[in-house]
């Protein structure tokens, strides 16, 4: 028996390797005829940098994520993919992505997008795939091609 996912969950930053990643997340849900979950992470700690917090900040980021995940939305419903939710959550990216979302939503498969660090800053900061990838309940995949499985981008080394 063939392996069918209920629920995949893809993660957006806005960034190209995650738009690769959505749109490759919305053929596999609807081969798997699955559940699609768009999340986006506000990541809070980049507006503890700022000296006095500025809510208009968190609010201005709040709307680019609504719109963003409304447009990602659309765009599967046009490809035909019609059990489609969303969600936005501040925190943490990697925590939220790799457990509590799965948790809460029952995923079993997570698509995300390559992210561009270099080893260096791999090593500094980590990347999120990598942290999900390590920490994740369920399987991931991490999309570095279009849809035709073309390499768009080198990945910095």
Excluded: W
């Amino acid at each position: 028996m063939l392996q069918q996912y209920k629920t995949i969950m893809v993660a957006v930053d806005g960034s190209s390797e995650a738009e690769l990643a959505f749109k490759k997340a919305v053929n596999v849900a609807k081969r798997n005829e699955a559940k699609l979950l768009i999340a986006h992470v506000i990541d809070t700690r980049a507006f503890q940098t700022v000296s006095s917090f500025d809510g208009m900040l968190a609010e201005q980021a709040t709307e680019m994520a609504k719109q963003t995940l409304a447009d990602y939305s659309d765009y599967a419903k046009e490809q035909e993919c019609h059990d489609i939710n969303t969600v936005i959550e501040y925190g943490a990216p990697k925590p939220i992505i790799a457990k509590q979302l799965p948790q809460e939503h029952g995923v079993d498969l997570i698509m995300l997008g390559a992210t561009g660090l270099n080893a260096v800053e791999r090593l500094f900061i980590g990347s999120v795939s990598e942290y999900v990838i390590r920490n994740a309940p369920c399987d991931v995949l991490v999309v570095r091609t279009d849809l035709n499985n073309k390499i768009v981008k080198e990945e910095k080394e």
